[in-house]
C-alpha cells in the first residue's frame, strides 16, 4: 500500500469559539467548506496578495488542524496571532500530531484524515496521533 509519513510537514491547532471566523477572514479559501472527512487547501497572502504560506485545514468538533510546512509553522502562528485581536482563538504548534500521505490503493486511516482536495488523484492525507511504523 502506498504510504509515507511527511517529516517535512507540521501541525497547527486553532481552537476557541470564534476559530471558523477568524481563519475566514485571514486565507484564501473558504474555512467552513473543511469538515471530518473533508479537508480546504488555502493560503495566507500579504495585503497585496504575495504568497506567505499555504496548507491544508482539517476540521474536528472543536478544533481546526493547520497541516503546514515544518519550516513555517512557527513563522504562521506569529503572523495569525497578530490578527487575533478580540478574537476568541488560540493558536500552537502541535508536534504530537505527525502528517502522513497515502495513493492508489492505500485505504484512508480512521480520525482525522481527508482525501486531497487539490486533486481527486492526489490521494489522501493524514494526521496521526504517532508516526506510522514504516513507510510503504
Known amino acids: 500500500m502506498p504510504q509515507t509519513s511527511l517529516p517535512d510537514r507540521a501541525v497547527i491547532t486553532v481552537t ?6 477568524f481563519l475566514q477572514g485571514l486565507v484564501s479559501n ?38 503546514v510546512e515544518a519550516a513555517q509553522a512557527t513563522m504562521l502562528v506569529q503572523k495569525l496571532s497578530r490578527f487575533r485581536l478580540r478574537s ?9 500530531l505527525s502528517v502522513s500521505a ?18 481527486p488523484r492526489a490521494g489522501w492525507r493524514a494526521l496521526l496521533a504517532e508516526a506510522p511504523a514504516a513507510d510503504a
Open 16 to 21: 476557541g469559539e470564534d476559530r471558523v471566523a
Open 30 to 67: 473558504d474555512v467552513a467548506q473543511a469538515t471530518p472527512g473533508r479537508a480546504v487547501w488555502a493560503a495566507l497572502l500579504t495585503p497585496q496578495g504575495k504568497w506567505l504560506a499555504d496548507f491544508f485545514v482539517f476540521a474536528e468538533a472543536e478544533r481546526l488542524l493547520l497541516d
Open 88 to 96: 476568541k482563538v488560540a493558536l500552537a504548534e502541535a508536534p504530537e
Open 102 to 119: 497515502g495513493w492508489g490503493d492505500a485505504p484512508m486511516p480512521p480520525g482525522i484524515s481527508a482525501p486531497d482536495p487539490r486533486h
